[in-house]
């Protein structure tokens, strides 16, 4: 019952637990455990063609799926291993509470091939009740940004939060913005840490063309507090 909701991901990560099972007949695995079993395969690709809204003829030749003759095959190549690196650090970055399954390519393809851009809009009603920083005081308490951030520099981050998550600044912050009192700066600190790693790591995961600034916080969460599940 709980193997048939999880995208097939899942059953590779399980396995890269379980080293003892045969290797099947695959010739050109080069970031999937080699272990993996031809039904737990199926089940992996099968999960790609939902979650990108595509056929297998996106990324293969039909029956020479060893061939690297596909340039969407190395594309995607880069984003099983960056699903794979989100898995391993879940902890790290999304806490406790998400589940394996919702760290998944579907996370932010939604059934498109491509991502869709994702556009924040300043709301109306998103006024920004906290005052920032007063001007020449430096932050006090950065964890994860740069210490030398300025600012005018920060002020511009948290305004990005605002647009990305559709929130106001209290959704993090009580009145005093250097405490810690709020569970949501706890979790936005997370994932920072995630945006900022994969920014860092950008070539491997994202490939040249992408720019730097589709890698936000938008990319999963498009204007909601919390990205809405996917379902295929
Ligand atoms: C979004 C791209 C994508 C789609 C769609 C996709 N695959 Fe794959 N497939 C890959 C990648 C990438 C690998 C290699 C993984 C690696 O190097 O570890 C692979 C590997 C394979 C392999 C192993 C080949 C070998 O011997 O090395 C088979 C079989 C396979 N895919 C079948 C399918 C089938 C059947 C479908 C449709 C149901 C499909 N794939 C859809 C990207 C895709
Ligand atoms: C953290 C967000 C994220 C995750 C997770 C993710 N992708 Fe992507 N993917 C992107 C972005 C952003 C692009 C670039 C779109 C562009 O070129 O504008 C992209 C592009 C691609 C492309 C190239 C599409 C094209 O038309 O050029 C393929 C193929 C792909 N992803 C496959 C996958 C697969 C397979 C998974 C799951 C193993 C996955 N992605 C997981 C964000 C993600
Ligand atoms: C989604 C959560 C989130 C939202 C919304 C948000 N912030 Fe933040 N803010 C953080 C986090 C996380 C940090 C700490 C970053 C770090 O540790 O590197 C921070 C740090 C700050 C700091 C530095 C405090 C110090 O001295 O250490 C200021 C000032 C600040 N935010 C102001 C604002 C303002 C003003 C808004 C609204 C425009 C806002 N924030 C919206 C999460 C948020
Ligand atoms: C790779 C996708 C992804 C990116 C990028 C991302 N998030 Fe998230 N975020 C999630 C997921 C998934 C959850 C968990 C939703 C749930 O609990 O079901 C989440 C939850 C959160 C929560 C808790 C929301 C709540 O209501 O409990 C906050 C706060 C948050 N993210 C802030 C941020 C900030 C700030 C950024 C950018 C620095 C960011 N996220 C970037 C995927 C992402």
């Not at 695995?29 to 003829?57: A, D």
């Amino acid at each position: 019952m709980r193997q048939l909701r999880l995208a097939g991901l899942l059953t590779a990560m399980s396995l890269l637990a379980v080293p003892g099972i045969a290797g099947p007949e695959h010739k050109n695995l080069q970031v999937l455990p080699r272990t993996i079993t031809n039904p737990e395969l199926k089940k992996m690709m099968e999960g790609f063609t939902e979650q990108l809204g595509v056929k297998c003829t996106f990324c293969h030749v039909l029956e020479q799926y060893e061939k690297d003759d596909r340039p969407h095959k190395t594309d995607a190549r880069r984003m099983i291993a960056l699903v794979l690196h989100m898995k391993a650090k879940k902890a790290v970055y999304f806490g406790p509470r998400v589940k394996d399954a919702v760290v998944s390519c579907g996370l932010c393809h939604r059934g498109q091939a491509e991502p869709e851009p994702f556009v924040p809009t300043l709301l109306p009603n998103l006024t920004f009740l906290v005052p920032p920083t007063p001007a020449g005081s430096r932050p006090k308490n950065l964890q994860v940004l740069a210490k030398t951030t300025t600012p005018l520099e920060l002020q511009k981050v948290m305004d990005g939060f605002n647009g990305q998550l559709g929130v106001k600044c209290e959704f993090c912050h009580g009145m005093e913005l250097d405490k810690d009192d709020r569970p949501h700066k706890t979790d936005a600190r997370r994932m920072l840490k995630l945006t900022i790693d994969m920014k860092a790591s950008k070539a491997s995961y994202f490939g040249p063309r992408v720019k730097d600034t589709v890698i936000t916080c938008g990319m999963c969460h498009r204007g909601k507090a919390e990205p809405e599940p996917f379902v295929p």
